[in-house]
């Protein structure tokens, strides 16, 4: 590498895990544009193969692990000089990773993310098996990280836009406050100048992201700071949907319920994960709810809101879940009609509380408690669908070529929800058509532009 300039220096970027993954992803890779490096499309031929990993749970984890070993390969042969892994798996792990992966050259914890330039320099120079701003210890500070200036991953039309960082609550499952801290609200400053550039640059849709952001204000004392947050959104010029997604449900107040109910930006699209219904297994997984609470917010959201489309998450196989408790959560799956909705099983992560609970079940238990709710759900899902034909829908068009237009109404967030296949489309990504809906396929819709 003596001699090579840094113009010359080629990077494979590899991005997993969440939303709030690739916000950090796109961050990057702004800064490596910048400092002048160039982003090739291969990552098997590049100087650097830089991985922003998950670590959230095991199989997130798993797949983690896999690329890595992916990019040692390619170095191996002679493909590739140097393998960085980056992310939450970087910052759970820190050193031991070396030890879990042999030939990674630097591990970057989430604090180092704009020192990715600078990290690559070091690394081609020879400084390899170093840390790089990891370790929890660090994650107690105030930073919030400004996420402004992107090279987007998602379609220019939509984005990401992180208002939090961290997270509060300590359910006994997760990991996610041992990796990115305690909560931290993005200054509301901060927040609303990378909206504007985001908007200034194409973007249509906001998705406000974090680890929970109906907390966001409430570190900095703030009373409905999340619903005063949205009334400022909704001043940007450009913007036509606005969507809130990891909302907790003890968070969902009156406030931010009147907010979106007024709003004609913010799109009446709530997700809130419960993880589940039973009053033990909330206890357990400390969760602050209960099946009354979790219930009258449903019903107060669906009495509020007109149009109101709620999304939720679930977790099945948790420790000491009974048969009893099981055919509890299925049922309410049916009897709640959640206009989509995630299942998971149970993932046993080192450190939490969760872990040292009796009466762990066997993987195969929590794949069938997995699949049963999800059956239920697809009914739910199909007659929702099935409910819709002969309406007429506004759409966001996301794709088009000479074959397939795609697209999605507000009831249908990005990368996660179903889509609309729009017939008769002129519209091009990033542009609104209206539609009726003539059609269903499995949890999407078949329209045609009107």
Not at 186 to 202: M, N, S
Not at 203 to 227: C, F, H, M, P, W
Request: glycine share 8%; charged share 30%; aromatic share 6%.
């Amino acid at each position: 590498m003596v001699g090579r300039t840094q113009e010359q220096i080629r990077v494979g970027f590899v991005s997993l895990g969440c939303p709030k993954n690739t916000v950090d992803s796109e961050r990057m890779l702004a800064t490596l544009a910048q400092s002048g490096m160039v982003i090739t499309a291969e990552p098997d031929n590049a100087d650097v193969v830089v991985i922003n990993t998950c670590g959230f749970i095991a199989p997130a984890k798993a797949e983690s692990i896999e690329a890595i070993r992916q990019a040692v390969g390619w170095k191996r042969g002679g493909a590739v000089k140097k393998v960085i892994a980056a992310g939450c798996l970087s910052e759970r792990m820190g050193e031991r990773l070396f030890r879990e992966v042999e030939g990674i050259d630097a591990v970057i914890g989430l604090d180092g993310r704009d020192s990715i330039a600078q990290i690559i320099k070091e690394t081609l120079s020879g400084r390899n098996g170093v840390v790089y701003c990891g370790g929890a210890r660090r994650r107690a500070s105030d930073i919030v990280l400004d996420d402004r200036t992107r090279l987007l991953i998602t379609p220019g039309h939509w984005a990401y836009l992180r208002i939090s960082e961290g997270c509060n609550h300590r359910c006994s499952f997760c990991t996610i406050p041992s990796i990115r801290g305690r909560f931290r609200s993005k200054p509301k400053e901060l927040v609303l100048a990378e909206a504007r550039e985001l908007a200034h640059a194409g973007a249509v849709e906001l998705n406000l992201i974090g680890q929970d952001t109906s907390y966001y204000g409430r570190d900095l004392k703030e009373r409905g700071g999340l619903a005063e947050l949205l009334r400022e959104l909704e001043k940007i010029a450009g913007l036509s949907w606005i969507r809130l997604m990891y909302l907790h449900p003890s968070g969902v107040d009156e406030q931010l319920i009147e907010a979106v109910a007024e709003s004609e930006k913010v799109v009446p699209y709530f997700d809130i994960p419960i993880q589940h219904i039973s009053d033990r297994v909330l206890k357990a997984m400390r969760r602050g709810q209960s099946r009354r609470k979790i219930e009258a917010l449903l019903d107060r959201l669906r009495r509020s809101v007109p149009g109101a489309m709620l999304r939720t998450t679930l977790i099945a196989g948790f420790p000491g879940e009974t048969d009893e408790e099981f055919e509890e959560l299925v049922e309410f799956v049916r009897w709640a009609k959640f206009d989509a909705l995630g299942c998971f099983a149970y993932s046993r992560e080192a450190g939490t509380e969760a872990a040292a609970l009796p009466n762990q079940l066997s993987e195969q238990a929590k794949q069938e408690r997995v699949e049963a709710v999800m059956l239920a759900q697809q009914q739910v899902a199909f007659a929702k669908n099935a409910e819709r034909i002969g309406s007429e829908l506004r759409c966001l068009v996301d794709y088009a070529d000479t074959n397939t237009v795609r697209g999605r109404f507000y009831g249908q967030a990005p990368e996660i929800d179903g889509v609309c296949y729009i017939e008769k489309c002129s519209g091009k990504p990033g542009h609104f058509v209206e539609t009726r809906v003539v059609g269903t396929k499995d949890y999407d819709l078949l329209v045609e532009q009107v």
